[in-house]
């Protein structure tokens, strides 16, 4: 596959663990993240690059890396898939995950099998993604309500509705791009 795979997260424990899981899969190079303009230079090469970040104690201390890829002005950085695999299926993990923008949450127990039913997934496949001024990632909000963006506040102002494809060997191609009016919800009285 021409993809990169970054491993984010510590050199030992669970983030070596996920780099030898990675290096069984069909990527064209697993590296450890070390940072955007490493990134940016290695797109050049392998158009698709995954962000597969390793369990830590604290998932909120990856927020600042999920930003710097979902907020990155390049498209092939922006839309890449950011998959976090946690040790243990914690509704609150997931929900801040989703929060952040993350693709996919993959929960013990690990294998290569899985992984790459997740990565099959997320290549070749029209997926939609969801903007507002604080958000960007996935549209789940036809899926849990408790995993939507902006779910506990209401949604006002326009949001943007991005419908793109993942190809291996061109990179991202955005198929349709609108900016909707969110309708007012209506309460029974």
Same mark, same amino acid.
């Given at each position: ?5 970054? =491993? ?11 780099? !030898? ?5 069909? &990527? ?20 698709? %690059? ?14 600042? =890396?999920?930003?710097?890829?979902? &907020?990155?002005?390049?498209?092939? =950085? ?18 801040? %995950? ?14 290569? !099998? ?15 993604? &969801? ?6 990632? $996935? ?44 309708? $007012? ?5």
């Amino acid at each position: 596959m021409n993809i990169t795979a970054y =491993v984010v997260g510590p050199q030992d424990g669970s983030g070596a663990g996920l780099m !030898a899981m990675a290096r069984g899969i069909d &990527f064209a190079a697993v590296l450890p993240y070390a940072g955007m303009m490493q990134v940016e230079h290695q797109i050049s090469r392998t158009p698709i %690059c995954f962000f597969l970040f390793a369990a830590v104690p604290d998932v909120e201390a990856l927020r600042g =890396v999920a930003q710097a890829i979902r &907020f990155s002005p390049r498209r092939q =950085v922006r839309y890449a898939p950011l998959i976090y695999f946690s040790e243990s299926p914690s509704g609150e993990t997931i929900r801040r %995950c989703a929060s952040m923008g993350f693709d996919d949450v993959i929960t013990m127990p690990f294998s290569r !099998a899985r992984l790459q039913a997740r990565i099959d997934r997320q290549i070749g496949k029209p997926l939609r993604y &969801f903007e507002t001024p604080g958000y960007f990632g $996935p549209d789940r909000r036809s899926q849990n309500p408790a995993a939507r963006p902006g779910s506990q506040t209401p949604l006002s102002g326009q949001q943007r509705h991005i419908d793109f494809i993942r190809n291996v060997i061109s990179g991202v191609h955005v198929l349709r791009d609108d900016y909707v009016q969110p309708q $007012p919800k209506h309460v029974a009285g």
